[in-house]
């Protein structure tokens, strides 16, 4: 089976920098994904990682260690529309993907 | 990336009635994948559904429960049958990219109330 581990819930400050973490256990991994899921909206991809080390995309990265089963979404400059669920899955073998249970972010003013 | 389409977009039914949820991708894939995100939760894998072949069910899941057609490439359907309040769920299509390389892509969700 795959434990997919994120916190429930974060608040940050608009403008601020905040960091979701995800750890999982799997065999046969083959790349860890972030959506975003804004309410009554389908998932939306923002970052793969398949190899350590960090993926820099914009506001978002994404940071990836293979033997500690450790990923983090990093967002930056924080806006008011950031506000959403940040899913964290993974991807065993060419299997389809398998969610974490979703961060809900807030960002306040 | 694939464009995909889902019908109907939301729906109110009645207990112990059935309804079919269409999925339609843009391009030809060799599998495609239901999901069920219940309400403030994750989403979870209903099934797998291949083309030519019985669609591959995760546990917890039962074809008599959620039948899956796959008629071509392009195309497939969940039912979601007998229904009852539980049920009441958003239904996603999915599907990977074209490249190894490439995401997987959801489709705008069936958004399904049981009465």
């Known amino acids: 089976g795959q434990n997919i581990d994120q916190p429930t819930e974060m608040t940050a400050t608009e403008g601020a920098i905040v960091q979701i973490n995800c750890t999982y256990q799997t065999s046969g991994f083959n790349g860890l994904f972030w959506y975003q899921q804004h309410a009554g909206e389908a998932p939306t991809f923002l970052s793969y990682?398949?190899?350590?080390g960090l993926e820099e995309k914009g506001r978002f990265s994404s940071f990836l260690s293979r033997s500690k089963g450790y990923s983090y979404l990093l967002l930056k400059e924080l806006q008011m529309k950031d506000s959403a669920s940040y899913l964290c899955?993974?991807?065993?073998?060419?299997?389809?993907?398998?969610f974490g249970k979703g961060t809900r972010l807030s960002v306040i003013a | 990336s694939a464009v995909i389409s889902q019908k109907p977009s939301r729906d109110i039914c009645q207990r112990g009635t059935s309804l079919t949820i269409q999925c339609q991708v843009d391009?030809?894939?060799?599998?495609m994948f239901w999901y069920r995100q219940q309400p403030g939760q994750s989403l979870t894998l209903i099934a797998t559904a291949n083309q030519g072949s019985e669609a591959t069910y995760e546990s917890g899941f039962v074809i008599d429960k959620f039948p899956i057609s796959r008629p071509n490439l392009t195309f497939s359907t969940l039912t979601v049958s007998n229904m009852s309040p539980e049920d009441s769920s958003i239904y996603l299509c999915s599907v990977w990219g074209l490249t190894s390389a490439d995401t997987q892509y959801f489709g705008p969700g069936t958004r399904l109330t049981v009465l």
């Open positions: 899955a993974v991807r065993r073998g060419n299997t389809p993907l398998v």
């Open positions: 990682n398949v190899l350590d």
């Open positions: 391009s030809q894939v060799t599998m």
